[in-house]
């Protein structure tokens, strides 16, 4: 007997409603939920490829273990035992720091995998943990707790009201767009052009969004976008633009701001951008001027040398203009509970001195290109690396010093739906469930919808083979470790307690979202 289940996706942030048609017990087909209330029948190819991902033979379906060259396979329990007594063992001989963690970009879209993680790293209390969002993304969360005092406040461009869009380092026709969890970015961007808002995208190339009625491209020289920033903002200063009311009542160390910004007026950097000076300088003026206006980045320019003071300038050139706030311009969207409160953290404590130099752990994580130079360490080496849902290998700088490093390890687990490349070099791999085979709910947009909403799922089948979710997999390690562990409560722990917290500012629960149409509540437009 065929059935269609509500899901959504989770492979990027709009979290697009879909239909799973379920045969018996089988998944067989995947397709947009056109009754959706948000998505509406809108889900790119990324979307549609995890029927394919779900069914992938390549994909790890059994715990395996190392023998020389070769991979066996293994009993979950005899994994989790081995894997347990080596990091007891390690950690009791090398100290707590001998065993780190990688996390990869994947767990920011799983509800359950990320506070289970946390709770096997805090009791095994190390402190070296690295992450994937350090190869793109840190310099926002770093931004944000400097500019925001959060590093989960991300103002959003309010491209249905703007009059003026400035977009830095982004293609949303391939991307959908990255930190702005928002369905179908094209129609609204092309919907903003058509009612007379111009749309600008800086870019070093003539971009696929940029279409005859998706907006226009300026063309600057890869990695100078910090500069053209600055240039803006002196042209304003200098002719008297700043919003002094705005200034006066919501910001501090304004003069700092101008002492740097004046330091780069657009005559000097024109050479360096490829921006005619005139042209920087009418930039400047049509978005101060504009009656709305509102300002993007993504990775082409988080990515770049000067990525995080790209993303400081971003959002002065938005405050000094008064666009921060207010309709138009960009608004903090609060969805189903207040983000901000969980990146609190004070900038100035953040750095710590280290063999190699004065650094900072941001979202908890160390910078990623160190990994090799920690585990190749004279004196206090990592001897032990679980990677989750990552592949360092492959998405970390310097290759061959990573495999050479990795290598090294006493200890190397790999805890993903494939056996990648880095998984190539592990002791043990253990496999995970696909986003169709474990409950969630779209807690990866939260504090960057476009329209805020929450959605729940069940799984739509049950788990192939040995495939095990991530709080599973970490529970049952944290029992072999003596740790407090979710299984404590028995096989079917209450693992939603802490989303049900989360849901309850909002007067939901998930009991609730199971009940709604389409296990879904749509929730207050961003204002």
């Not at 950690?91 to 799983?110: C, D, I, K, R, T």
């Not at 740097?260 to 930039?283: K, L, N, S």
């Not at 007067?507 to 749509?522: R, Y």
Request: proline letters at 6%.
């Amino acid at each position: 007997m065929a059935e269609e289940i509500p899901t959504f996706c989770r492979v990027c942030e709009p979290s697009c409603g879909l239909l799973a048609r379920v045969e018996d017990g089988e998944l067989v087909g995947l397709r947009p939920d056109r009754e959706h209330p948000v998505t509406r029948g809108f889900s790119c190819h990324k979307g549609m490829a995890s029927l394919d991902i779900h069914r992938d033979p390549d994909r790890l379906d059994h715990p395996k273990k190392r023998r020389g060259d070769a991979f066996e396979r293994i009993h979950w329990d005899d994994a989790i035992q081995e894997i347990a007594a080596k990091i007891r063992s390690l950690q009791a001989e090398h100290g707590v720091n001998s065993v780190a963690f990688y996390l990869g970009n994947p767990l920011a879209f799983n509800a359950l995998a990320g506070p289970a993680i946390g709770s096997t790293i805090v009791q095994l209390r190390t402190r070296r943990v690295f992450g994937s969002g350090t190869q793109d993304c840190s310099n926002k969360f770093a931004a944000g707790e400097a500019v925001f005092g959060s590093s989960t406040v991300h103002p959003i461009p309010d491209i249905d009201h703007t009059h003026h869009l400035l977009v830095f380092g982004s293609n949303p026709r391939v991307s959908r767009m990255s930190f702005l969890s928002i369905v179908d970015p094209i129609r609204k961007l092309r919907a903003a052009v058509k009612r007379g808002a111009v749309v600008r995208y800086v870019n070093p190339r003539r971009i696929e969004s940029a279409a005859a009625d998706g907006g226009e491209v300026v063309l600057i020289r890869p990695d100078t976008d910090v500069y053209l920033m600055a240039a803006m903002l002196c042209a304003l200063e200098r002719t008297g633009r700043f919003n002094e009311d705005v200034l006066e009542r919501h910001a501090s160390h304004v003069e700092g701001l101008r002492e740097f910004v004046r330091r780069y007026p657009p005559e000097r950097v024109a050479g360096f951008t490829g921006i005619a000076a005139a042209d920087i300088e009418r930039m400047a003026f049509e978005f101060s001027d504009a009656e709305s206006a509102a300002v993007y980045m993504s990775t082409g320019t988080n990515m770049g040398r000067q990525g995080t003071l790209a993303y400081w300038l971003l959002f002065m050139l938005c405050l000094v203009t008064g666009n921060l706030d207010r309709r138009g311009g960009n608004l903090y969207s609060l969805g189903f509970y207040p983000a901000a409160k969980a990146g609190r953290i004070d900038p100035e404590r953040a750095f710590f001195d280290s063999p190699y130099g004065r650094i900072r752990r941001i979202r908890g994580s160390l910078p990623g290109n160190l990994l090799p130079d920690m585990i190749e360490d004279p004196e206090d080496p990592i001897r032990a690396l679980v990677v989750v849902a990552g592949n360092p290998v492959l998405s970390v700088g310097g290759e061959e010093r990573m495999r050479r490093a990795l290598a090294g390890l006493e200890l190397l687990v790999s805890v993903d739906l494939y056996q990648n490349a880095t998984g190539e070099l592990a002791h043990y791999l253990l496999p995970t469930t696909d986003m169709l085979e474990r409950p969630d709910i779209n807690i990866c947009g939260l504090g960057m919808q476009h329209q805020p909403f929450v959605q729940y799922t069940d799984r739509v089948v049950a788990p192939r083979a040995e495939r095990r979710e991530e709080w599973w997999i970490f529970a049952r390690l944290e029992q072999e470790l003596g740790l407090k562990s979710a299984l404590d409560a028995g096989p079917e722990p209450p693992v939603f307690l802490r989303v049900d917290h989360m849901l309850a500012r909002t007067g939901l629960s998930v009991e609730k979202l199971m009940a709604a149409p389409h296990q879904t509540a749509v929730l207050p437009e961003v204002e």
